[in-house]
């Protein structure tokens, strides 16, 4: 038998291949461009440099694929996109990223080939975070792309003829990138977010709106017996108790009091489905029938209003039917329904 180092040591070994294996996967890629489209609002101008990077691994299994397009999704680190402007810095959320690389080759609904990657779950160092960056890069030669798989290197920037732009969304603001260069590297300079000074209290807020009621807990476990309070005062006279088990019987006495009726009792539960019983003998054939209609498809027949419709008859109409009264020679009327026999219904032939 191996000892447990054994077997512990060889799953550690195990994991670490696993791990360094995934790790080996993963491709980071660097940009640099200029902002095309300012922000007043962080003093961000026309012209300023741009550097950042995005990082996926190559493992990454397909969402919603088909021929022409796949979409690659990451929703834990180290994946995601990072954009610094000066002093500013856009990034996927570092715990919490949802990353999704979108690639078009081919298709029959577009006009180009695409490479995007969005960041749907962002932070930045101002605080005020984007709801998207998205790097955009579109061919309308279609000669960047040869399928739908991820990118192995850096994109080509220069050929990418229709769009190669970052773009950075948020309520209130906007900041749209130039891209001109592509790189792999272990390091692409950018920067993490530095925390800025603490600013001074701000006023009051009104009032939130109330939440919604949460779910119902679980019930605790019960608690240990308190100490033994006081007496208390004399109550009130309770409900009347439930029936108590039959005791044993007792020695001839005098007759007693007829007693009360008890109250009626709950209905028991349903009982359980009995199993399926076996299944009977054949029966003895029966006797011969009576001499059939007759009738072929065409055939009509009268039937008092609301009888049951004939097996391979369809109702026709339903009309005031006069005739003679045998008794009394006076004229009668009966509502009758008209029924037609269908040509395919099997015609019974006559004994």
């Known amino acids: 038998m191996k000892s447990w180092f054994v077997r512990g040591g060889s799953a550690l070994l195990l994991i670490a291949v696993a791990t360094t294996s995934a790790a080996a996967q993963d491709m980071t890629v660097c940009f640099a461009g200029r902002v095309s489209e300012p922000s007043t609002m962080f003093g961000i101008g026309g012209g300023d440099p741009v550097q950042g990077q995005y990082t996926y691994n190559l493992r990454t299994m397909p969402t919603r694929p088909d021929e022409w397009s796949a979409d690659y999704r990451h929703v834990t680190g180290p994946y995601g996109i990072r954009v610094q402007i000066g002093p500013h810095v856009f990034e996927s959320h570092p715990a919490m990223p949802d990353l999704a690389i ?6 029959p609904r577009f006009a180009f080939d695409y490479w995007w990657v969005r960041s749907f779950n962002n932070v930045a160092s101002h605080g005020l ?20 798989d991820l990118l192995t290197g850096a994109p080509s920037a220069m050929n990418w003829d229709m769009s ?30 530095v925390p800025g000074t603490r600013g001074p209290k701000g006023d009051q ?9 949460g779910a119902k ?37 005098e007759p007693g009091i007829p007693g009360l009726d008890g109250a009626k009792g709950d209905k028991g539960d349903k009982g359980d489905k009995g199993d399926k019983g076996d299944k009977g003998d054949r029966g003895d054939r029966g006797d011969k029938g009576d001499k059939g209609e007759g009738l072929v498809g065409g055939s009509m027949l009268f039937l008092p209003e609301g009888s049951p419709t004939p097996l391979g008859y369809d109702l026709l109409d339903t009309f005031d039917f006069a005739y003679a009264d045998r008794s009394r020679g006076r004229r009668q009327m009966l509502r009758v329904d008209v029924y037609v026999r269908r040509p395919d219904a099997p015609v019974v032939p006559q004994q």
């Open 102 to 107: 979108q690639v078009a080759h081919d298709h």
């Open 129 to 148: 975070n984007p709801s998207t960056i998205e790097l955009q890069l579109a061919d309308t030669v279609r000669t960047q792309l040869t399928s739908t």
């Open 164 to 193: 190669r732009k970052v773009l950075i969304a948020a309520p209130g603001y906007s900041v749209a990138v130039d891209i001109d260069n592509f790189f792999v590297a272990a390091d692409c300079g950018v920067t993490a977010p």
């Open 205 to 213: 807020g009104e009032p939130g709106l109330p939440g919604l009621d």
């Open 217 to 253: 807990g679980d019930a605790g476990e019960r608690g240990e017996q308190g100490p033994a309070g006081e007496k208390g005062d004399k109550g009130e006279k309770g409900d009347k108790g439930e029936k108590g088990d039959k005791g044993d019987k007792g020695d001839l006495g």
